[in-house]
Nanobody
Framework: QVQLVESGGGLVQAGGSLRLSCAAS????????MGWFRQAPGKEREFVAQ????????YYADSMKGRFTISRDNAKNTVYLQMNSLKPEDTAVYYC?????????????????????WGQGAQVTVSS
């Protein structure tokens, strides 16, 4: 099993920045990829970004490109999401996720069902 704990959420004004952290523990050697998703009230969970655990390649949802950066520190078993130029529509609960499964196409890493482990979520609120 893998346990994930997010931190770093909070309230920020539009245009501001926040950095989320996701610390992994347990069978971290089994992790192949990690991702960030978000869910706003009344909406479905939405893909934000993904990073491969070993090579560090990344992939972003189009609306996050240029504003959000996903990174990892393997020594600390931690993944980060740096969020800049935040907008009120970025308000959501942000979840980190991990998977031990390999998929042949990046598309599968944008789907919540492809991930086996989830954190508890971190609230991000952007005021206008």
């Amino acid at each position: 099993q893998v346990q994930l704990v997010e931190s770093g959420g909070g309230l920020v004004q539009a245009g501001g920045s926040l950095r989320l952290s996701c610390a992994a523990s347990g069978r971290t050697f089994s992790i192949l990829s990690m991702g960030w998703f978000r869910q706003a009230p009344g909406k479905e969970r939405e893909f934000v970004a993904q990073i491969s655990w070993s090579g560090g390649s990344t992939y972003y949802a189009d609306s996050m490109k240029g504003r959000f950066t996903i990174s990892r520190d393997n020594a600390k078993n931690t993944v980060y999401l740096q969020m800049n130029s935040l907008k009120p529509e970025d308000t959501a609960v942000y979840y980190c996720a991990a998977t031990s499964r390999y998929y042949t196409g990046i598309y599968y890493y944008t789907i919540a069902a492809s991930y086996d482990y989830w954190g508890q979520g971190a609230q991000v609120t952007v005021s206008s």
